[in-house]
């Protein structure tokens, strides 16, 4: 369905701050359809709102715990709220009753459950090496390393006995030389980044004298060559391989480090950061980890628990999805950490289609999982598969089927959500990839131009803003942001910056424009800021390095460390209204603030809290 000019109009009118409108889903007052919400701009068309909250914070409406892990933010439309969590594990797309929270449907797209049943089948047999129909502990190690201790159900044995019985069974089977103790050959592959944490500080020992012991120990079984250092090659799949950059000291002058570990280096690094440890495990430091760590299952991986481990997406950041659904009239389109993107009847969560971005259009999964939130723009939509096929592609939202993909743009995924703006005359997707921000022609997926200052070699994630021929790019990791004129270059454009600066770093927190000012606490403070000149007018902590949303004349400030804030939206100074504090998961806070409706919505990992922030 599309927008008829005069009803666009109403929504633009609604957004009075709004400098672009770019809304293209059909929308109504209380709605937050999609990512950012109706214009993606993460500003809200509620009036009558608190300006002042208790200092207990606004009044709680409902809270759940039924949303599962991840990191998605919600859409809101119709009275039922959308989102996307692992369930058990397992990445679902989730639909509430806005009213109490109460959950109306939790589906995996059918094909992907299709795919995990066989998955699972044939990982089962894989892992079971001795062919025994089981799979031990060890073999779960070989696959999982000791994350497979997330996996594994807790029963009802007490913590002790477990790591009484399974310390002991796991350290005989690694104990070749039955010497007593584990050295990183024997354990370090399968306990990979625990090692180290198992091994304790011995608070007697001569913490200088164990590390020499060490060093010399460490050259005498690795240095191949006896040029009295060890090179990187020498090191690999050793003790020494994980932190070889920390050890190896870089040139003052140049810095650059030189690729090699000299003796004093080795010895340095061990006296500063495993002092008082002798490198090896022993069985009471095994049987210590369970019981501090707790784990508590039965130490052999069943099906179902293995449904649990590779469910969805897994990494070390964080499990699940980080993706927010986007609902088009009655269908609901969703993109999963692996690259699952699917089309859902809004209404019953049955899949109408379904494509994955690798096996389709040749993407390749970020480092930290596909993370976007579907485009609709008019009758297709854009999602950024990355890669070599072509960076973004253009889909038929009635059945999935390719329309277009930017072959001359082929720089890879990272995490930013799409944008369609018109620019000097042409329509076309604004995104960023992993080297540069940059344009593309809406009706074919041509480049016209990018710009790359923004960008950093580590995760680029804060979609772009655009006001007329203006886009402003930012990026955390000691980047910054600059403001790019876009101009006509004979039958394509190009990107002339106007201004950079280093302080407007924004991580994965967002950027809200209001009129001539830029506001963003996605580098640690919040921070206001000219849009067209770059001039700071102000920084406050406020409650963090978080997201940001706008609503009748204030800022809602989420941060990552769980503290909520309320300020005014004015380059005349920091203004806070009120602040609170919600409960941690263990998590920071990642999943965006919104507010729609006359209320404050707080997604955090599994619990969904809705607040009333209506004036009374």
Not at 279 to 297: H, P, Q
Request: proline residues 4%; contains cysteine; aromatic residues 8%.
């Amino acid at each position: 369905m599309k927008l008829s000019v005069a009803s666009l109009a109403a929504v633009c009118a609604l957004s009075a701050w709004t400098a672009t409108c770019s809304a293209q889903v059909p929308s109504k007052p209380g709605d937050w359809p999609q990512w950012r919400g109706p214009n993606r701009d993460s500003i809200s068309t509620d009036t009558g709102l608190l300006k002042e909250w208790p200092a207990e914070g606004p009044n709680l409406l409902w809270h759940v715990d039924s949303v599962g892990a991840g990191y998605s933010s919600l859409a809101v439309k119709d009275g039922r709220i959308f989102t996307q969590g692992d369930l058990e594990g397992v990445e679902h797309i989730i639909a509430l009753d806005a009213k109490d929270g109460k959950t109306l449907w939790a589906v995996q797209p059918a094909p992907v459950v299709s795919l995990l049943e066989t998955r699972i089948a044939n990982d089962l047999k894989q892992l079971d090496r001795n062919n025994d129909g089981t799979v031990s502990e060890l073999e779960a190690l070989a696959r999982f390393g000791w994350d497979w201790n997330k996996y594994d159900k807790a029963g009802t044995e007490p913590v002790e006995a477990v790591a009484e019985r399974r310390s002991a069974a796991l350290f005989k089977e690694l104990d070749k030389d039955s010497d007593g103790k584990l050295t990183f050959a024997e354990a370090g592959n399968l306990l990979r980044e625990t090692f180290e944490r198992i091994d304790q500080s011995d608070p007697t020992a001569d913490a200088a004298a164990l590390a020499k012991q060490r060093t010399d120990a460490y050259l005498k079984d690795l240095d191949k060559d006896a040029d009295g250092k060890i090179s990187r090659q020498e090191a690999r799949g050793t003790a020494l391989d994980r932190n070889f950059g920390r050890i190896d000291i870089r040139d003052p002058g140049t810095n650059k480090s030189d690729d090699v570990l000299t003796a004093e280096e080795i010895q340095t690094s061990l006296a500063k950061h495993e002092a008082g440890r002798d490198g090896v495990l022993t069985i009471d430091e095994l049987r210590r980890y369970y019981i501090v760590n707790k784990i508590a299952g039965d130490g052999v991986l069943t099906g179902q628990e293995l449904r649990t481990a590779v469910g969805g997406y897994r990494n070390g950041m964080g499990d699940g999805p980080r993706g927010t659904p986007t609902i088009d009239g009655d269908r609901l389109y969703a993109e999963g950490g692996n690259g699952d993107l699917v089309c859902l009847e809004a209404a019953t969560g049955k899949t109408i289609w379904y494509v994955n971005l690798r096996n389709e259009f040749g993407g390749g999964v970020p480092g930290w999982g596909y993370s976007e939130s579907p485009l609709i723009v008019d009758d297709i939509i854009i999602v950024t598969p990355g890669g070599g096929k072509g960076t973004v592609a253009a889909l038929s939202k009635q059945d999935g089927k390719l329309v277009w993909q930017s072959k001359d743009v082929t720089e890879g995924a990272h995490y930013s959500s799409p944008e369609v703006a018109e620019i000097n005359g042409v329509r076309q997707i604004v995104q960023f990839g992993n080297k540069s921000v940059f344009g593309i022609a809406l009706a074919d997926g041509k480049g016209l131009w990018s710009y790359t200052a923004p960008a950093n070699g580590t995760a680029n994630c804060c979609s772009p803003i655009i006001d007329g021929n203006m886009v402003f790019a930012s990026s955390s990791y000691g980047v910054g942001g600059g403001l790019a004129k876009i101009t006509v270059a004979g039958s394509t454009q190009a990107a002339e910056e106007v201004y950079f600066e280093k302080k407007m770093a924004c991580h994965h927190g967002g950027i809200v424009k209001i009129g001539d000012n830029m506001y963003s606490a996605g580098g640690g403070p919040l921070m206001c800021m000219d849009f067209k000149t770059g001039k700071i007018h102000w920084q406050a902590r406020s409650a963090g390095k978080g997201s940001i949303c706008a609503a009748d004349g204030m800022l809602y400030i989420l941060g990552e460390g769980h503290e909520v804030a309320l300020a005014e939206a004015t380059p005349e100074g920091y203004r806070e209204h009120g602040r609170f504090k919600i409960q941690s998961h263990g998590r920071p806070a990642w999943a965006h603030v919104i507010v729609t409706g006359g209320r404050m919505y707080l997604r955090d990992q599994e619990s969904l809290s809705v607040y009333d922030v209506k004036a009374q």
